[in-house]
């Protein structure tokens, strides 16, 4: 069995500024980040859908430590986003400092945009991740 979405193919996409998933024929349910099967049936019947990047924040955590070779980006907020076709993401919030982020951002609707960062001291390069804005 193939990867219909590679994870190489998707971070491309991102530092593109596209957001992909995967779109189950079966049931119907959006997986993001890429999977080889469905999240709900494991059904292998995907096609690669672009997703709108929008959704709302489920969840946050503020950073303050952060791994060998980016210490200059702490502190960050990283937050757990329900996109608005389905699946839950993680990126970092980038319209408030990070200590003062409050419970109140949960529920706030968000967009997505995407940067490349630098790889740090243990990575295999550069890495895109999404970056969070909010919407109002």
Same mark, same amino acid.
């Given at each position: 069995?193939e990867?219909?979405?590679t994870?190489?193919?998707?971070?491309?996409?991102?530092?593109? @500024?596209?957001?992909?998933?995967?779109? &189950?024929? *079966?049931c119907g349910? #959006?997986t &993001?980040?890429p999977?080889?099967? &469905?999240?709900? &049936?494991?059904?292998?019947?995907? !096609?690669? #859908? !672009?997703l709108? @990047?929008t959704? #709302?924040?489920?969840? =946050?955590?503020?950073?303050?430590?952060?791994?060998?070779g980016? !210490?200059?980006?702490?502190?960050?907020?990283? #937050?757990?986003? !329900?996109?608005?076709?389905?699946?839950? +993401?993680?990126?970092?919030?980038? *319209? +408030?400092?990070?200590?003062?982020?409050? +419970?109140?951002?949960?529920?706030r609707?968000? *967009?997505?945009?995407?940067?490349?960062?630098? @790889? /740090?001291?243990y990575?295999?390069? *550069?890495?895109?991740?999404?970056? =969070?804005s909010?919407? /109002?």
């Amino acid at each position: 069995m193939e990867y219909k979405l590679t994870h190489r193919a998707y971070f491309a996409s991102l530092k593109k @500024g596209k957001l992909l998933g995967l779109k &189950c024929s *079966d049931c119907g349910t #959006v997986t &993001c980040p890429p999977k080889m099967t &469905c999240q709900e &049936c494991t059904g292998t019947n995907l !096609e690669i #859908v !672009e997703l709108k @990047g929008t959704g #709302v924040i489920k969840t =946050f955590t503020a950073a303050y430590v952060t791994s060998l070779g980016r !210490e200059n980006e702490a502190p960050y907020t990283i #937050v757990l986003v !329900e996109l608005d076709e389905g699946p839950w +993401i993680m990126g970092n919030l980038v *319209d +408030i400092d990070p200590r003062k982020v409050t +419970i109140d951002i949960i529920g706030r609707k968000v *967009d997505a945009g995407f940067k490349t960062f630098a @790889g /740090d001291t243990y990575s295999n390069g *550069d890495a895109v991740r999404p970056l =969070f804005s909010f919407v /109002d």
